[in-house]
């Protein structure tokens, strides 16, 4: 096999991991969804434990990041590519983070009436879900409008956080004893407001990959 | 930075073939600048034509203009002499002549301008600092240059080029074939020597292009494909062509 086919093996091995990094990423935010809206406390368990995987997939990827890099010292688009994937992989794993501190907040109050029944959460769930699937498939397919697209799409999800924000503001302020349970509750909606914001930082990445502008600027 | 060389639509021909193409170049003084591509690109040829060591090639015709610092180096009343010695070139291949270390750096001052002792010995020190090679070979300087192992002798190579005090530096892949090590100092002088002189490399890889140069041009059969600040050809290269030479698909 000669050296170019080796690497050229080695970057669809690097897309392929990073696919299912994205996968698991998605199970775990929707996982911990369904635990938060559900009280599913063994789900919850597990998504907090789920995290660890989470965290060795980035390692496994992280590893041939590095060894990619050893041995052929890319440069050009490969050499995008390859920072890209390693800077993706630290969004991809507090994505999954965040989705372990979801379940931990599920797990305090599966005791409790929730104050009020959850819409918006679950809707930023599912915006942040499609957020981070379509930054991977733009990572994947190398679609240019597709993480662009991503980066428009942010606005959805920090508006919904300000709904939710207004709404817990109302219910504390109707009923002083509806404070601890609100309190967790904007900490759900801002960890997935932070989700949105990992998902549009794997879009710039894609960007960067794609054309060498990070932001709009060029950074090498 | 003012344009050192600047080489206007040049042409060269072996007979019917053409080695380049149509060629425009501006390469900056102080700057170490890379010409990268595969083999059969018209990089030594251009090389060569910048000192002029092709004008005895049979066959050859030339078209087009060269330019150091604003003069026409083709121009009639130009010593094709003294080009040379302003315009070094250190080869693929160490060349040290079959004489002491001492005499292999003084042979071209000796010639040029007959120095007393003194102003010999000290061209020589200067010399053989700047190529990195003065601290291995200076209790031996009697011994015949041959006896080095290849890296020196192709800093002695280097180190006679600088003894003829030149303002342009020529390396025709000088790392071939060399250690990793004694390409590490050739670099090193090199980054060093920029300051006082012009640098123009072949690069023996794309990763010596890249650790070192300033500027990179990639020339492919004869034509200049991209020429642009190192970082920017390296991580963003714009013609197709030139990002599969250096990430290794082709050549």
Redesign the interface.
């Known amino acids: 096999m000669s050296v170019r086919s080796k690497f050229d093996e080695q970057l669809e091995m690097l897309n392929i991991s990073l696919i299912e990094m994205g996968e698991i990423v998605e199970k775990a935010i929707k996982d911990a969804t369904k635990a938060l809206v559900d009280k599913n406390v063994e789900l919850a368990k597990k998504t907090v434990e789920f995290d660890n995987e989470i965290d060795d997939k980035e390692k496994e990827i992280e590893r041939l990041c590095l060894k990619i890099i050893l041995q052929q010292q890319p440069v050009a688009n490969d050499l995008r590519l390859v920072s890209s994937v390693l800077k993706i992989i630290t969004d991809l794993e507090r994505i999954g983070d965040h989705a372990a501190d979801i379940s931990e907040i599920t797990l305090l109050l599966a005791d409790c009436r929730y104050i009020k029944e959850l819409t918006h959460i679950p809707m930023m769930a599912e915006e942040t879900m499609k957020m981070v699937t379509k930054s991977i498939d733009a990572f994947v397919k190398k679609d240019l409008e597709l993480a662009k697209e991503v980066i428009v799409y942010d606005d959805i999800v920090d508006n919904l956080f300000i709904v939710v924000k207004e709404e817990l503001t109302e219910l504390i302020k109707e009923n002083a004893a509806n404070t601890d349970q609100a309190m967790d509750l904007i900490m759900v909606a801002k960890y997935f407001e932070r989700i949105g914001d990992h998902a549009t930082n794997i879009a710039e990445w894609v960007v960067f990959s794609l054309t060498g502008l990070h932001k709009d600027s060029r950074i090498m | 930075m003012a344009d050192k060389i600047v080489i206007n639509d040049l042409n060269f021909y072996y007979n019917q073939k053409q080695a380049i193409n149509n060629l425009n170049m501006s390469i900056p003084a102080n700057e170490i600048f890379s010409v990268i591509g595969p083999a059969n690109s018209g990089i030594t040829t251009l090389l060569r034509t910048l000192n002029r060591l092709c004008d005895l090639t049979p066959g050859i015709r030339i078209e087009g203009e060269i330019q150091l610092d604003n003069q026409s180096i083709y121009a009639p009343e130009v010593s094709v002499t003294e080009l040379r010695r302003r315009v070094g070139i250190v080869f693929d291949v160490p060349t040290p002549l079959p004489m002491s270390i001492f005499d292999n750096i003084a042979y071209g001052p000796r010639l040029a301008r007959k120095k007393n002792k003194k102003a010999l010995a000290e061209t020589v020190e200067l010399a053989l600092r700047q190529a990195a090679l003065w601290e291995e070979v200076k209790d031996r300087l009697k011994i015949q240059a041959m006896s080095l192992s290849g890296g020196q002798q192709q800093r002695l190579c280097l180190a006679r080029v600088l003894a003829l005090e030149p303002e342009v530096i020529l390396l025709d892949r000088p790392c071939s074939g060399l250690d990793p090590i004694s390409t590490a100092k050739i670099e090193e002088s090199l980054t060093e020597l920029k300051k006082q002189f012009t640098i123009i490399i072949s690069p023996h890889n ?2 010596q292009a ?1 650790r070192i140069s300033d500027r990179v041009a990639f020339m492919l059969m004869g034509n200049l494909i991209e020429e642009g600040a190192n ?1 920017e050809v ?4 714009k013609d197709r062509r ?2 599969d030479y ?4 082709f050549g």
């Open positions: 794309t990763q890249a970082m390296f991580s963003s290269p030139t990002s250096i990430t290794g698909r």
